[in-house]
């Protein structure tokens, strides 16, 4: 069964710290996302990634193929970062080549 | 900076009734998705549309579940007869290919009395 596993499922922090959030999958994949979920539910997307790593301001995001696993790093944490992130993945091998799987969400609140 | 918009935001309805839940994704996209999240769970995928056709679905998204594009901008999901246990926030996505990244839409939550 294709599956996605995200750790820590709840994580507080204070403001200016590094962060990691992990995600983990069971078969090979063709893409990863990062998303964001904010309080009142909308979905962000901050990254797609196949390979590698990405980075867009204080946020960055890596892959490896090989261990199957991907992280989020966010530096310099903030309050406005506390939200819901979610990895989603999409599975070649399935047949489903476009529809994405997702993680549980890691629940994130970064104390002032 | 283009995005998905749907609407309406909240929907409420009455158990057995009808409800259509609209989309527009961005202009220049051509797959399009509806996915739900269940309170408290995870996002769940339900559909996937392309060239006016059904490309996927799972197995959550049964006979009462329809979509469609009636138009060059709208991408609508219908409920034929809703149940409880269909409320759920309902999001709307689209991709320029199917290996695209996902834009995802604000989200219509539904609420089934």
């Known amino acids: 069964k294709n599956e996605v596993e995200q750790s820590p499922q709840n994580l507080t922090a204070q403001e200016g710290e590094f962060i990691t959030i992990n995600c983990s999958y069971s078969?090979?994949?063709?893409?990863l996302h990062w998303l964001q979920q904010h309080p009142g539910g909308g979905i962000v997307s901050l990254f797609m990634?196949?390979?590698g790593k990405k980075k867009h301001g204080r946020l960055i995001a890596t892959i490896n193929i090989q261990e199957k696993h991907s992280s989020l790093h966010i530096t310099a944490s903030h309050p406005r970062d506390s939200a819901v992130y979610i990895c989603?993945?999409?599975?070649?091998?399935?047949?489903?080549?476009?529809?994405?799987?997702f993680g549980s969400g890691t629940q994130l609140t970064v104390l002032p | 900076e283009p995005e998905v918009t749907q609407t309406p935001s909240h929907q409420v309805t009455q158990m057995g009734q009808e409800v259509i839940l609209r989309c527009v994704p961005i202009?220049?996209?051509?797959?399009f998705y509806w996915y739900r999240q269940i309170l408290g769970q995870k996002v769940e995928f339900l559909v996937s549309?392309?060239?006016?056709?059904?490309?996927?679905k799972s197995e959550i998204f049964d006979d009462q579940f329809s979509v469609e594009r009636p138009d060059g901008s709208n991408f609508t999901l219908k409920i034929r007869s809703t149940k409880l246990e269909d409320s759920a926030m309902y999001f709307c996505?689209?991709?320029?290919?199917?290996?695209?990244?996902?834009?995802f839409g604000p989200g219509t939550r539904l609420t089934v009395l």
């Open positions: 996505a689209s991709s320029g290919s199917s290996y695209n990244e996902q834009f």
């Open positions: 078969v090979g994949i063709s893409a």
């Open positions: 990634l196949s390979s």
């Open positions: 989603a993945v999409r599975f070649p091998l399935s047949g489903s080549a476009r529809q994405l799987t």
């Open positions: 202009s220049n996209h051509l797959y």
């Open positions: 549309f392309y060239n006016n056709e059904i490309s996927e």
